[in-house]
């Protein structure tokens, strides 16, 4: 129920005011010619708080006082992309069996507790992560505390209830991708084309006989082996003192005990020298549709900041340069989306990703039309380069939707929780805007070179046919 991408909105209103004042206050002297002060750089400073506790629990605190409510948000490092070979879509079947009960609260009583206390909650399983969330009245901050800790401490394992969410399931697969038009298109059907190594490879949603083959006892290992304090992080953000939430935390979390991890498997992929070309029968669908991705640099290197800039530059708003020549120029399609990791963000995932697009276009437009301006574009880029000025833009855009994330509860939280699952260094928060900063036109060029090219592409061509009758 909670595979798809997670919405994160908020109010920009105080960054904005913050550079409206920045320029009421420019210093301005009657009459007389100055040099041009350097345009003062707006930035914040979220406090951040990391500790561990003995058996390994990792806690991020970041204090919030502006809205009475706090977000307790719980990260295990155990994704879709690492579930057992022959168990396809387990990670996230199992992310349902956390809602069905723990040692002292019964099926869907979770639910019922944050609800009938005025609080939302979510979970999704990603790449790399499974979550769950919860944000509540600030006074209500110890509830979801014991709550999340009952659930680690001791899940209701029970045949019914896993029989019943395979059930669930399976359903949302039907629902979602074998009976939607474009169902799965690109988000679920790229990444199985595009890699090479099963971990990034596979169908994450899951298989339906995969789904059915999973058993009780595999549940229970599942469980013992990732839902543990030493595999995961707690994130608390928003209304709350942080000496009584390391009380709570203490309390409830301290006495759960940690296991030895398994190794990690290898998610590495090779690099890709070669165009890959794959098509997709869609009975469903109407018109023809086309996704490209590219293989990403490795997380916090200098390109991976570049291609940051680039999916602003490409792709991001009417301004972008894709949208500019496939919609506006063209005519080809009435929109062009896409970006870094579609089930989250280009800061919250670990292993190998792809930079994606995508666009349903009318069925007289040759899909290798689309392409060919595809190339045109980066081809523009890789001989001329960008200006400063296009850079400078890129950069207040991804500014705004850096902002725009960690100004909600959730969005920090997740944030802070996933520099700390894989980094370890969750106060990276405050220093990501230095890393575009240092994003010069030249080094936009040379990545556009490395990871743009047509050898390091993937194309999937979805087109309609007709139902057998």
Known sequence: MLLTKVQMTSSLSHFLGFFLLALLTTPALYGQTVPAAKAPVAGFDIPVDYYKLPNGLRVVLSPDHTSPTVTTAVYYNIGFRIEPKDRTGF???????MFQGSQNLGKM???QLVQKNGGILNGSTRFDFTNYFETLPAHKMETALWAEADRMKGLAITQDNLTNQQGVVKSEVRVNVLNAPYGGFPWLDMPQYANTNWYNAHNFYGDLKDLDAAKLDDVKKFFKTYYVPNNAVLAIVGDFEPAEAKRFVEK???????????????????????EKRAIKKDSLATKPALAFAYHMPD?????????????????????????????QKKGYTSTVSGGINYLGNMFNYKGPMVWMGDLIHDSTVPADSVVRQLDQVIADIDKNGVTQAQLDLARVKLRSTLYDEIS???GRADMLASLALFDNKP????????EFRKITPALIQRTVREYLRPANRTLLLLEPVKKAN
């Open 91 to 97: 990670a996230h079947l199992f992310e349902h069996m």
């Open 109 to 111: 009583e979770f639910i």
């Open 252 to 274: 409830y979390f301290a006495g759960i005990p940690s296991v030895q991890l398994p190794t990690q498997p290898d998610i590495s992929e090779p690099r890709q020298q070669k």
């Open 299 to 327: 997380r916090n290197t200098p390109e991976y900041y570049a291609m940051g800039l680039l999916d602003q530059l490409l792709l991001q708003g009417n301004d972008s340069k894709l949208y500019q020549a496939l919609v």
């Open 408 to 410: 909600s509860g959730f």
């Open 427 to 434: 106060d990276r928060i405050n220093s990501l805007e230095d």
